[in-house]
């Protein structure tokens, strides 16, 4: 799957691409349907089929390794139409698998990556982690984006979906991870940094039966998080989830007004005891939480 997927980087699945295609290499801020107009070039074939989702003659795709994707399921074909099955979308070095833009919303969708996504990825501290544990992964779009963070990778979430997309993103990307179906308290070993993109709280969005599994989070998903202990636990989430006390350090950066609020926390919980927040609008220069947020608040 590696060798697919580096061949769908050779024929221009990769950001440098997409940004002079769509205009933007920001997976959040791209919209599937406004580029069906874009032109199709032999360059541009990969990014019309798995980002834009556009149907594509057999022909005009005949460019891409028809037989493997097919062989793979990552596309169908009729006698004259090839179709992304999924969604297949460049993010630094490697590819992110989801549901396609247009999928009808399940319980079990893996959505596009948000805003959410690139506040949490761009929040991690550097370093090398032994072992990172990723929570509630989805498509395990902070650990493909930031391999380099840790020798041993776990991704894990409650929607086998999800689990099986954050797989196959792996193998796609050449990138070693370890992926289950599993709860935010599961037992995975003793990790060294815990992320977590956590789901809205179901107070917040009450949202209906079938909707997805990320719109549903009970109270205890965030009872479970907070009982943590690992070293380093960076979790973006709704701000009124996080607890008013935790022990050792507790850096919120919370980046939106109105309710629900969002922010992110940095939380070691056996550092010496110390609470800072801050409220940091966000910009066009800066449009996501990151390093310089927590170096103002440790400082």
């Not at 997409?18 to 199709?40: H, K, N």
């Not at 949490?120 to 990172?132: C, D, F, N």
């Not at 380099?148 to 954050?166: I, K, Q, S, W, Y």
Request: aromatic share 6%; glycine share 6%.
């Amino acid at each position: 799957m590696n060798e697919l997927g580096a061949k769908l980087r050779a024929l221009g699945l990769v950001p440098r691409a997409l940004a002079a295609w769509a205009g933007t290499d920001r997976l959040s801020a791209l919209y599937p349907s406004r580029l069906l107009d874009q032109p199709i070039t032999p360059a541009s074939v990969a990014l019309a089929m798995f980002v834009a989702g556009i149907e594509l003659d057999v022909d005009r795709a005949a460019r891409l390794p028809l037989d493997d994707l097919l062989a793979a399921g990552l596309v169908e074909r009729s006698r004259t139409r090839v179709r992304a099955t999924l969604a297949l979308l460049p993010l630094r070095s490697s590819i992110i698998a989801c549901d396609r833009a247009d999928a009808d919303e399940t319980e079990h969708l893996v959505c596009w990556p948000d805003d959410s996504s690139y506040h949490l990825l761009s929040a991690i501290p550097r370093g090398t982690y032994g072992h990172w544990h990723d929570l509630a992964c989805g498509s395990a779009i902070a650990m493909l984006a930031r391999p380099e963070l840790a020798t041993t990778r776990t991704a894990t979430d409650l929607n086998p979906r999800a689990v099986a997309f954050a797989r196959l993103g792996a193998a796609l990307s050449g990138v070693a991870l370890d992926t289950a179906v599993g709860d935010v308290g599961g037992d995975i070993g003793r990790p060294d940094l815990v992320t977590c993109n956590a789901p809205m709280p179901a107070s917040t969005t009450d949202p209906a039966d079938g909707e997805p599994i990320w719109q549903r989070t009970s109270g205890r998903f965030f009872e479970a998080l907070f009982a943590r202990r690992e070293p380093l636990i960076v979790v973006h989430c709704v701000r009124d989830a996080i607890p008013a006390r935790l022990p050792g350090e507790r850096l919120v950066a919370t980046y939106t007004m109105g309710h629900p609020a969002f922010s992110v926390l940095w939380w070691r919980p056996h550092a010496p005891r110390r609470a800072a927040e801050v409220l940091r609008p966000v910009t066009a220069d800066r449009p996501h939480v990151d390093l310089a947020d927590l170096d103002e608040l440790s400082g």
